[in-house]
């Protein structure tokens, strides 16, 4: 950010990883305050940056623990946007529902919605309370297939390096088609028409990671063939998904086993995506399946 000053808003759904994320803006200098009244943000922010030494990154967290007083975010955030050399920016972490039910259930923890209703009944109030605000914001990122570190390393990337946001997290998985489609696939490519390194003695107990069992699955022209035409096929994709306002693409990649073949080739993808200057995270979910 070019301004000597900045306010990162931190909102979104509850259950999506605002505490998280507020920690992790805390560990690269930025002064945290959570669930502040939207009203009272201006006069914060006052205070903050008129002391002396005062800090001049603040993240502030509103969500809608605050009930009513929720609707009173986007006036308040555009008095901020009014103080003179200050960049606000409003960070939206998403998730999808059922992932959200997945973790108020295993944590144990009431949603702030449905003290008198069900869960799912208070996530889907949630999502319409919280519409207008994510329309606004400058960024979203969906939080439902991300690791910490993977969170981490992309708030990191917006807020400490100065990366450019593409608006859009890529996941690249690789899958053994043996064991199941991955559940929230948005595109799925089958490379079982190549060679398979498992009937290769040398390479059996390897796996797409290791050197020789991903020279020989790229020794094939038909491995850089698909590489080649699917590359191109995102090239086509990727800004348009971006127009559309999509914020997560899940691209899944599978051989028989999980192992080999698919490995190699969703690192060649997502590695791809990385020198075009998306934010692409890549996991093996069979990998250690035999």
């Known amino acids: 950010m070019l301004n000597s000053k900045s306010i990162v808003i931190v909102t979104g759904m509850s259950g999506a990883g605002k505490t998280t994320v507020l920690k992790f803006l805390e ?38 623990r605050g009930g009513k007083l929720f609707g009173d975010l986007l006036p308040a955030i555009d008095e901020l946007r009014a103080f003179e050399d200050c960049a606000v920016s409003v960070l939206y ?25 069900s869960l799912m009944e208070g996530i889907l109030a949630e999502r319409k309370m919280t519409r207008s605000v994510r329309e606004q914001a400058t960024y979203v990122i ?23 946001f593409a608006g859009i997290i890529v996941h690249v998985i690789s899958f053994g088609f043996k064991h199941g489609l991955p559940m929230d696939a948005d595109m799925v490519l089958d490379v079982r028409f190549l060679p398979n390194p498992f009937y290769v003695e040398e390479l059996k107990f390897l796996s797409g990671n290791d050197p020789p069992v991903r020279d020989y699955v790229l020794s094939f022209p038909a491995s850089r063939s698909f590489i080649d035409k699917t590359c191109d096929i995102l090239d086509l994709l990727m800004p348009h998904y971006i127009i559309e306002g999509k914020t997560r693409l899940v691209i899944c990649v599978g051989c028989t086993g999980g192992k080999h073949r ?24 069979d990998i250690s399946n035999m």
């Open 27 to 64: 560990d690269i200098g930025f002064y945290c305050a959570d669930n502040l009244p939207p009203s009272l943000l201006a006069r914060f922010v006052e205070t903050c940056f008129g002391a002396e030494d005062g800090n001049d990154r603040l993240a502030l967290g509103i969500d809608i």
């Open 93 to 117: 972490l998403d998730c999808g529902d059922e992932t959200l039910h997945r973790r108020y259930k295993e944590t144990r923890r009431s949603h702030p919605l449905a003290r008198s209703g």
């Open 142 to 164: 969906d939080t439902s297939s991300m690791l910490a570190r993977e969170l981490k390393a992309e708030i990191n990337s917006i807020f400490l390096s100065g990366k450019a």
């Open 262 to 285: 698919s490995v190699t080739l969703a690192n060649s993808l997502g590695e791809y995506l990385r020198s075009q200057g998306y934010s692409a995270y890549i996991s093996h979910r």
